[in-house]
């Protein structure tokens, strides 16, 4: 008996479904929503369509499913970096604007900018954001072991998730890596400054 | 004699060089690139195709020089909100992020977004980007009074801007301008004592 043989079904459909969402998401950040379909993502993954579309029925879902995925997948390697918590504070700035500077960052940018103007995306994609949003400031505040019950603290970490997020849009078109570290440093001597 | 007759015909180019500028912005803000076409923004402006394509030749022309055009009215609006040069710092950094929180964001992200998989569009945007961005460094360095010469204060006022990029972002999909208001105020306090 092969390995194949050994899987249970179940665990076979994981298997096609985590193929699925992975190249959903390269998909989206190589060619945009535009280019992004369910046969484009099916034939990347090597799934026959009608596979994909016993996965996912429709396009928003592929795509909305893919980026929650993958953003869940980047949250945890993030914890697992800091496994002690707490570490030093200009490491996990550091980590935290890596989260926005990848293929996830790409690929979720293009589903926002595609949900300005598709309806059917719209409500979908804001509730999927405001979801990983919240966890990403979690995992910030629990990492800098940043204290919220202080005033400002929480309104420190949101601006430095801004910054984040605005140093990943800099990026997007020019690898400007060394000046993103420049920032980066100096955000994280005054956030230091600010949280303790 | 009316008004009309008595403008030169460099004045009318002028003018309806203006209209389909503004209208290209708006056009992109609100459709997308994909939904943005010179015929789109030609009827828009109540401008002739011709006339359109007379005054620009390709569609990358007519976007590039849109996006140009309005940040330059905004960086103007931006200084004249300030005449006098440094002001309350805490309105400066407010006006600042306004900047990315409009039309004139949404249409250049578009464009953005929509040169990363645009060969013809990228470089022509890329270098449009740097134009503006050290622009708006310059003012936000003037507004602030920031002392360039110290270390740190260039991160300093560029990571500010990165998260005035990142807020604009959030405000893609959802209405946070309360989180904003918040987050401003905080960071405003925060760059105040980084910069004295």
Chains 1, 2 share one sequence.
Do not use: N
């Not at 993954?45 to 993958?70: C, I, K, N």
């Not at 980047?74 to 918590?85: C, D, H, K, V």
């Not at 400031?137 to 601006?159: C, K, N, W, Y």
Request: charged share 25%; net charge negative.
């Amino acid at each position: 008996m092969t390995t194949a043989d050994r899987t249970p079904k179940q665990d076979r459909g994981r298997a096609t479904r985590q193929r699925l969402l992975e190249a959903a998401v390269a998909c989206l950040a190589a060619h945009g929503w535009a280019g992004s379909t369910v046969t484009v993502v099916a034939e990347h993954a090597g799934v026959s369509r009608g596979a994909a579309q016993h996965h996912f029925p429709t396009r928003e879902d592929l795509f909305t499913a893919a980026v929650e995925y993958v953003a869940e997948e980047r949250s945890m390697a993030l914890r697992a970096l800091f496994p002690q918590g707490t570490a030093d504070r200009r490491a996990v700035v550091a980590a935290l604007v890596d989260l926005y500077t990848g293929p996830l960052f790409r690929a979720a940018l293009q589903l926002w900018v595609a949900a300005c103007d598709e309806e059917q995306l719209r409500p979908r994609v804001t509730e999927l954001e405001a979801r990983v949003g919240r966890e990403t400031h979690r995992i910030a505040v629990d990492l800098l072991g940043a204290d919220e019950s202080r005033p400002g603290v929480r309104e420190t970490v949101q601006g430095l998730l801004d910054m984040a997020r605005g140093l990943g849009l800099a990026t997007l078109l020019t690898d400007d890596a060394a000046r993103r570290r420049r920032v980066v440093a100096q955000w994280a001597e005054l956030l230091e400054q600010a949280l303790d």
